[in-house]
Nanobody, 125 residues
Framework: QVQLVESGGGSVQAGGSLRLSCAAS????????MGWYRQAPGKQRELVAR???????NYTDAVKGRFTISRDNAKNTVYLGMNSLKPEDTAIYYC???????????????????WGQGTQVTVSS
């Protein structure tokens, strides 16, 4: 079992910044990759960023150059730094733990994945 708890969401104006945190606990050794997804109203949940166990990162084109995924292994915490926020970034952001074999970008969530409860990010124009 892996437990994920997100925090750091909030409301900002366009151009502002936020940093989301995801604290992981449980069977951390089984996790191959951590990611951040988001789901906007009326939209499908989409993968925003991923960091694999070796430290490599991936980003969806919409956030490249603005978002940064990072981790603190000592704290079992993954972060998503978000700069130059846009209204279209408004969504609930979910932390994801991927326990499947490492796959090429972009991976597809499986039933083995673990999810946090989500944290709301609202960006006003």
């Amino acid at each position: 079992q892996v437990q994920l708890v997100e925090s750091g969401g909030g409301s900002v104006q366009a151009g502002g910044s936020l940093r989301l945190s995801c604290a992981a606990s449980g069977s951390i050794a089984r996790v191959n990759a951590m990611g951040w997804y988001r789901q906007a109203p009326g939209k499908q949940r989409e993968l925003v960023a991923r960091i694999i166990s070796g430290g490599s990162t991936n980003y969806t084109d919409a956030v490249k150059g603005r978002f940064t995924i990072s981790r603190d292994n000592a704290k079992n915490t993954v972060y998503l730094g978000m700069n130059s926020l846009k209204p279209e970034d408004t969504a609930i952001y979910y932390c994801n733990a991927d326990l499947t074999v490492l796959r090429s970008w972009p991976p597809t969530p499986t039933r083995s994945d673990y999810w946090g409860q989500g944290t709301q990010v609202t960006v006003s124009s």
